[in-house]
């Protein structure tokens, strides 16, 4: 359960029974303590550590911490823009190994049909010399039967007729007779021959030269997609080059940026040791003051009583809200002990709400989180705690507490160091 702020109210009599037995302080206390803090601010005024000083540091060290995370994602945006572009290079690589890959089958293909071209071409002229020589042994076989069909006409038969009849027999006129059907059988035969054997010559150079045709047009495709390729290549070249400056320029950038990140996080490093440092400095400062309050106040043991106002309970509850809601309820009754025992000290306002909202000392007041707790109200178990302490459960003698750092002695709890 929250109680909201208006839990307290002034009919209510809550704290008329429950006053809190105090140490009285008399005069002579009062003026001792006067003395004592006025020599204490001339001794320690040069060196003295406030809270409001931890604040600024701890405020500064935010605000490096924002630029860092402002510097990184401008990091990893240069990052993410590094990996595409390489990954974009990877691509157009891969393209290109393709087409190199593709223009050496061209370049092979190209090459094997220039020699198939070359060899063809080697068979033509080959044909085109059987061909001629197949003419010119035809036209030669020709001249010699024209000769002799000339000769035969020129003369008539008388040769042939000779021929038989100077025969000495029938068998020898037979012979001769067949003989002569023979050399004109083998005239016709021959020049049917060179005639068929020029025919199919043709035929094959016709068929050569067909060839011919098919294989330049093939190879003027290859040609063709030779410069396509060379086309691509120049394309996939460029796109490269223009990447692998994106990727030089990309990394000039990174460079820069990653430099800003370390020179960012050099500074929170030396900030952090100037408040670890700070922190450190104040604990001593307020345990050396703690010492001589305690001194001081040994020497006077009068009492004194202190009746809680209307509000103490809810600005007290707040207070342990913000300092220990995730600590043990231990150290819940810790913290509101020091509250009081500080309200109880001659070296600090007596009453609740002047020592939580004294300047320097709470950083949840300076930050603005106790106003917040005060609007959204108080959860029951630190209500409960500071209703314990204001009915006198004060577990401790300490005034001052803080998150636990080396160097400080005192007691712990949870996370705080009481002192």
């Known amino acids: 359960m929250v109680l909201e702020r208006n839990f307290l109210r002034a009919d209510t009599g809550i704290f008329q029974q429950n006053e809190v037995p105090m140490k009285k302080i008399p005069l002579k206390r009062i003026f001792a303590a006067a003395a004592l803090v006025c020599c204490l601010t001339v001794t320690t005024a040069y060196a003295d550590v406030t809270q409001e000083d931890i604040d600024n540091a701890k405020n500064q060290i935010n605000n490096l911490k924002n630029q860092q995370k402002d510097a990184q994602d401008a990091v990893d945006d240069i990052n993410g823009k590094k990996g595409q572009l390489e990954s974009d290079l990877n691509n157009l690589n891969g393209q290109m190994t393709n087409i190199v890959s593709s223009m050496n089958a061209l370049e092979s293909q190209i090459n094997d049909k220039k020699k198939e071209l070359s060899d063809l071409e080697d068979e033509i002229d080959q044909t085109q010399d059987n061909l001629e020589a197949a003419k010119q042994q035809s036209a030669s076989q020709y001249e010699d039967m024209k000769i002799r069909i000339r000769y035969m006409y020129e003369n008539g038969n008388t040769p042939m007729l000779e021929m038989l009849l100077s025969a000495s027999s029938f068998s020898d006129f037979l012979n001769r007779t067949e003989y002569i059907s023979e050399i004109n059988s083998y005239d016709r035969q021959k020049l049917e021959e060179f005639i068929q054997v020029q025919e199919q010559i043709a035929a094959e150079e016709a068929s050569l030269e067909e060839q011919k045709k098919d294989l330049e047009s093939e190879q003027q495709e290859l040609l063709a997609m030779q410069d396509d390729m060379k086309v691509k290549q120049n394309s996939v070249n460029s796109l490269i080059s223009?990447?692998?400056?994106?990727?030089?320029?990309?990394?000039?950038?990174?460079?820069?940026?990653?430099?800003?990140?370390?020179?960012?996080?050099?500074?929170?490093?030396?900030?952090?040791?100037?408040?670890?440092?700070?922190?450190?400095?104040?604990?001593?400062?307020?345990?050396?003051?703690?010492?001589?309050?305690?001194?001081?106040?040994a020497e006077n043991n009068g009492e004194f009583s202190y009746v809680p106002s209307d509000s103490d309970l809810y600005l007290l509850g707040a207070i342990i809200q913000c300092e220990a809601d995730g600590e043990p309820y231990e150290g819940?009754?810790?913290?509101?002990?020091?509250?009081?025992?500080?309200?109880?000290?001659?070296?600090?306002?007596?009453?609740?709400?002047?020592?939580?909202?004294?300047?320097?000392?709470?950083?949840?007041?300076?930050?603005?989180?106790?106003?917040?707790?005060?609007?959204?109200?108080?959860?029951?178990?630190?209500?409960?705690?500071?209703?314990?302490?204001?009915?006198?459960?004060?577990?401790?003698?300490?005034?001052?507490?803080?998150?636990?750092?080396?160097?400080?002695?005192?007691?712990?709890?949870?996370?705080h160091i009481f002192y």
């Open 332 to 415: 819940k009754l810790a913290v509101g002990s020091v509250v009081m025992n500080r309200v109880r000290s001659s070296y600090f306002p007596n009453t609740v709400s002047g020592v939580i909202y004294q300047s320097g000392q709470f950083s949840p007041v300076a930050s603005g989180r106790y106003a917040l707790r005060l609007e959204q109200g108080v959860n029951n178990t630190c209500m409960q705690a500071a209703q314990e302490v204001l009915n006198g459960n004060i577990t401790n003698s300490c005034l001052y507490f803080r998150t636990v750092i080396d160097g400080l002695e005192g007691t712990i709890i949870g996370h």
């Open 242 to 297: 223009s990447t692998q400056a994106n990727i030089s320029q990309t990394n000039s950038e990174l460079s820069s940026a990653q430099g800003k990140v370390n020179d960012i996080n050099s500074q929170i490093a030396r900030m952090e040791e100037l408040e670890k440092q700070l922190e450190i400095q104040k604990a001593k400062e307020d345990a050396a003051r703690m010492a001589e309050i305690k001194r001081q106040e």
